[in-house]
């Protein structure tokens, strides 16, 4: 069974950084291409940033140059560095494989606020 375990967030001020980190169990992701997600109030769960397995990256708009996605596949972990923060980053953070999501984890609440 897959396990998705993220943690790291936070409440921060606008211009703060976080880093988030997702333990996966269950699979190996050295053959994935992984994703970390986001869910504001209200919204629907959106993609943000992707690492594949050569390690290119590719990211949404309103986070690209502020957002780093990272991958350590001997420890299953993937991380997201959050710099530069705003107040509509405030979501709920998620990873999970890209192309075939598993069950989602219980995510890690990122909070924007001064």
């Known amino acids: 069974q897959v396990q998705l375990v993220e943690s790291g967030g936070n409440l921060v001020p606008p211009g703060g950084s976080l880093r988030l980190s997702c333990k996966v169990s269950g699979l190996s992701i050295k053959t994935f291409t992984m994703a970390w997600y986001r869910q504001a109030p209200g919204n629907q769960r959106e993609w943000v940033a992707r690492?594949?397995?050569?390690?290119?990256?590719q990211y949404i708009g309103p986070v690209q140059g502020r957002f780093t996605i990272a991958r350590d596949d001997a420890q299953n972990m993937v991380y997201l560095q959050m710099d530069s923060l705003r107040p509509e980053d405030t979501a709920v953070y998620y990873c999970?494989?890209?192309?075939?999501?598993?069950?989602w984890g219980q995510g890690t609440q990122v909070t924007v606020s001064s």
């Open positions: 690492i594949d397995l050569g390690g290119n990256t």
């Open positions: 999970n494989f890209f192309h075939s999501a598993h069950s």
